[in-house]
């Protein structure tokens, strides 16, 4: 089974603090993910990243970066956190094999709160 | 831009029951569409993936069906069981590399004893 490892399952942060979270993922992945789910705005994804070193931008990356330095892990980065970005973040992983994109497998997510 | 909708928001069934879900989307040019159920504070779990070839995929009593031309994608749960309660979600793909899902804001099922 494809197992997505995200480092904390709660996390309370200050504002303005540099925020690290971390998501492995154990199946050899090409592609990775990181959304933030809020009520009544559904999944919206941050960035993603279909190999080591590349990524491109979901549909809300303002106030985020991203690091995928190994294949394995994919960090996603609040430089200077905001009460706006509190949430529950999801991460996920992906095959891609040939041209078809296998399924999207998630993490338990990380609630996040800036106070 | 690609806008994913699930109606109803909620639904409330007793045990046993068959129940469908629906998804709409409304750009038909998807790669696949993928099911997940979500429990309250947890992650997304896979159900099903369609790839836009197929017509439908079924697993144990959960089969989804897809239809390109009319946007239009259901979840049918055969049987239904009190541990099926959960919200579930929809989301298409466009492009065949990562490449983009946009979700669906979920439809929450209760399934009554």
């Known amino acids: 089974d494809v197992k997505v490892t995200q480092s904390s399952r709660y996390l309370v942060k200050r504002t303005g603090e540099k925020v690290f979270l971390e998501c492995v993922q154990d199946?050899?992945?090409?592609?990775m993910f990181w959304y933030r789910q809020d009520p009544g705005l559904g999944l919206r994804l941050i960035y993603f990243s279909y190999d080591v070193k590349m990524k491109e931008k979901g549909d809300i990356p303002e106030g985020y970066s991203v690091s995928r330095e190994k294949k394995e892990r994919f960090s996603l980065i609040l430089e200077s956190a905001s009460t706006n970005q509190t949430s529950m973040y999801l991460c996920?992983?992906?095959?891609?094999?040939?041209?078809?994109?296998?399924?999207?497998?998630f993490g338990d997510g990380t609630r996040l709160s800036i106070l | 831009k690609q806008e994913v909708t699930q109606i109803p928001a909620a639904l409330s069934v007793p045990e046993g029951e068959n129940l469908v879900l629906n998804c709409s989307f409304t750009d038909s040019a998807i790669y696949n569409l993928q099911w997940f159920r979500q429990d309250p504070g947890k992650g997304l779990t896979s159900l099903l993936l369609?790839?836009?070839?197929?017509r439908e995929q079924t697993s144990g009593r959960l089969n989804a069906s897809l239809d390109k031309s009319s946007g239009r994608s259901t979840l049918y749960i055969a049987a239904s069981q009190p541990g099926d309660s959960a919200t579930y979600l929809c989301?298409?793909?466009?492009?065949?590399?990562?490449?983009?899902?946009?979700f669906g804001d979920g439809t929450t099922l209760t399934v009554k004893p």
């Open positions: 989301a298409v793909k466009k492009y065949t590399n990562a490449g983009k899902s946009t």
């Open positions: 369609i790839q836009s070839s197929q």
């Open positions: 199946m050899d992945h090409e592609n």
């Open positions: 996920a992983s992906s095959l891609l094999m040939g041209l078809i994109n296998q399924p999207q497998h």
